[in-house]
């Protein structure tokens, strides 16, 4: 069977893009039905394997200069943005994915993200909101930084259009960060089976499923370039180190999902892809804690879970309590960890705590 358009572009992007590289910085390269910039011609036959690709690609590129555009018959044409692209910062010119990014951590990662240099892809379930978030980082930081595709990190296909979008928009993707997650807490006593099931296949076979579809691109460039290395970096809890009462149905998806990642960063090495977890504490100023109509804060006031608590600042004070560093953890805490595990080249499997002191490894 002859490949579709879609796997004829994410074998040719990603391959482009890290080739035309330097010293580490690479380029966007846009897929377009037509272009009036000039356009080095590439053969590619269908029945080319990736390291015949990769083969063609280079050879081509070896012969020009000063790189516009690719042309490959039968597919389409390539435009190619500035290597050392206007962005600066820590992540400047990297293309970063994350999940759940229409709110709460994932928006905030985003966020951090595009202001220090990198083009961020925010996808969500809720693309609406996903896409009204994009549009605000582009008014703040330029055309085309950010952009929003829908994704239910649940079903492999939408998992596999959104990649399919990324690539054809910047070329690859140097970054995934898995951080759609859920929580339904509740005893075990009384929890129903469909709330275990929606948390686990979220927070653990989402995870799954988005790494089987981004290491196919964070691989093939490896292929073109093995000094070139990703990352996948899933945004774990402090809940996915030490049990969680009444809510082990997300205790257990995120334990899992460590298992997931130890063994990935084990198989994915090969293909120079680092595979880590972050494991925050609460984050009390997102939405999952203080939104004002559901948030735990309000509910756990409702609930009594606090036995005294007259007011929602009871609650968090409560709260706040457990941590040795009295406070919450923010997004520039999880930022830490997630800028060390880009730039840490020497390190995978692991899954780092970001909790105050609230969890401590042994
Ligand atoms: N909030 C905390 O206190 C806390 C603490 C530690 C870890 N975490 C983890 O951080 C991550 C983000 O949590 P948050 O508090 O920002 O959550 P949130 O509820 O504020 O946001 C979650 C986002 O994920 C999206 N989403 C839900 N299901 C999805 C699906 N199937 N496909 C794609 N997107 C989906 C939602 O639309 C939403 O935009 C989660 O993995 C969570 O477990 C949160």
Request: proline fraction near 4%.
């Amino acid at each position: 069977m002859s490949p579709s358009a879609e796997e004829k572009i994410n074998r040719i992007a990603p391959v482009l893009r890290i080739l035309l590289g330097q010293d580490g910085q690479y380029p966007t390269v846009r897929f377009v039905e037509k272009t009036s910039l000039p356009a080095v011609a590439v053969s590619v036959p269908d029945s080319a394997d990736e390291t015949a690709v990769i083969e063609a690609v280079s050879k081509a590129l070896d012969r020009a200069s000063d790189v516009q555009a690719i042309s490959v018959e039968g597919v389409g044409v390539f435009e190619v943005g500035a290597v050392a692209d206007a962005t600066t910062g820590r992540v400047a010119g990297k293309v970063l994915i994350v999940t759940g990014a229409a709110q709460g951590f994932g928006l905030e990662i985003a966020e951090d993200l595009v202001s220090r240099g990198a083009w961020v892809v925010l996808a969500d379930i809720n693309d609406a909101e996903a896409k009204k978030q994009a549009e605000i980082l582009q008014q703040q930081y330029g055309a085309g930084r950010a952009m929003a595709v829908a994704m239910n990190v649940t079903d492999l296909a939408s998992i596999q259009a959104a990649i399919n979008e990324t690539v054809k928009t910047f070329g690859g993707f140097d970054v995934f960060i898995s951080n759609a997650g859920v929580l339904k807490a509740e005893s075990v006593k009384t929890q129903p089976e469909k709330d275990f099931d929606f948390s686990t296949a979220v927070n653990y076979k989402g995870y799954f499923l988005c790494t089987q579809v981004a290491s196919k691109i964070l691989a093939l460039q490896h292929k073109a370039d093995p000094a070139y290395m990703s990352d996948i970096i899933q945004i774990n809890s402090k809940s996915g180190l030490v049990g969680s009462n009444r809510n082990g149905a997300y205790a257990g998806s995120k334990f899992g999902s460590i298992g997931l990642t130890q063994s990935f960063a084990l198989e994915l090495i090969e293909d120079g892809i680092k595979v880590n977890s972050i494991c925050p504490g609460n984050f009390f100023d997102g939405p999952l804690w203080s939104n004002p109509d559901n948030g735990l804060f309000v509910q756990y006031l409702r609930t009594g879970k606090i036995p005294g608590a007259k007011t929602i600042e009871d609650v968090k004070k409560a709260y706040e309590a457990k941590v040795p560093m009295r406070r919450g953890c923010t997004t520039p805490d999880v930022m830490a960890a997630v800028y060390y595990l880009i730039e840490q080249k020497y390190e995978t499997g692991q899954a780092v705590p970001v909790t105050g002191g609230q969890v401590m490894l042994h």
